[in-house]
């Protein structure tokens, strides 16, 4: 026997409907994909793509765990070291043109290398991807805590956290082993989540 499941429209709950139902209403375009649903047995309500199959929306196959993150800040450290030379080599020869001393021109391009990390991560995260290319690579994204895609606010601040998931022994970045849905400090702060993908 199929579940009967509530689901959200307008704010307001509504249902109950059968699940082949409730799958052809997102199919047909009457309910959005990501459309929040309940059924008995359910702790809280959760987006459909990650309990209704073939509800023509990507599952959800579970949280990243500690390696697979790690694995993708190892790939994104290796681009951002590359576009990190290539912003050295432009401030130190914009500077030598102008005849400025070396010291302003690591400044200038230690103030670009920042600038391009939290463009990259930002910019990234907040596309339709919604994941850097080492995330893309390894097969996870950032979510909100509903399984959509965040703002480019939101990745900023998920992107700036990351300073204080690293302050105190990177207690903050550890924080993603123990925790209920794997999250870091920076994914709490900014009500964001890493999930995969595959």
């Known amino acids: ?44 309500w959760v987006p459909a793509p990650w309990v209704l199959e073939g509800a023509g929306a990507e599952p959800f196959f579970g949280y990243a765990n500690f390696l697979q993150r790690g ?31 070396a010291q302003g021109a690591e400044i200038f391009g230690g103030a670009l290398g920042v600038i391009a990390g939290w463009l990259y991560s930002a910019l990234f995260e907040s596309s ?30 998920r992107h700036f956290g990351h300073f204080l998931s690293g302050v105190f022994c990177l207690i903050g970045y550890f924080m993603a082993i123990f925790t209920e849905k794997k999250q870091a400090l920076h994914d709490i702060l900014a009500g964001c989540l890493v999930v995969r993908t595959r």
């Not at 951002?80 to 400025?100: D, H, R």
């Open 1 to 44: 026997m199929e579940r009967a499941w509530f689901y959200a429209e307008a704010g307001q709950q509504a249902g109950p409907v059968e699940e082949e139902d409730l799958k052809n209403m997102i199919r047909g375009g009457r309910l959005p994909p990501d459309v929040m649903v309940w059924t008995e047995g359910y702790a809280q």
């Open 71 to 101: 694995g993708a800040f190892f790939i994104d450290v290796i681009l951002l070291n590359i576009i990190a030379g290539f912003f050295g080599f432009f401030a130190s020869l914009l500077y030598g043109l102008t005849g400025q001393t």
């Open 128 to 157: 339709h991807a919604q994941a850097t290319p080492g995330k893309m690579l390894l097969g996870i994204k950032v979510t909100d805590l509903n399984g959509g895609r965040i703002s480019f606010a939101r990745a900023t601040g």
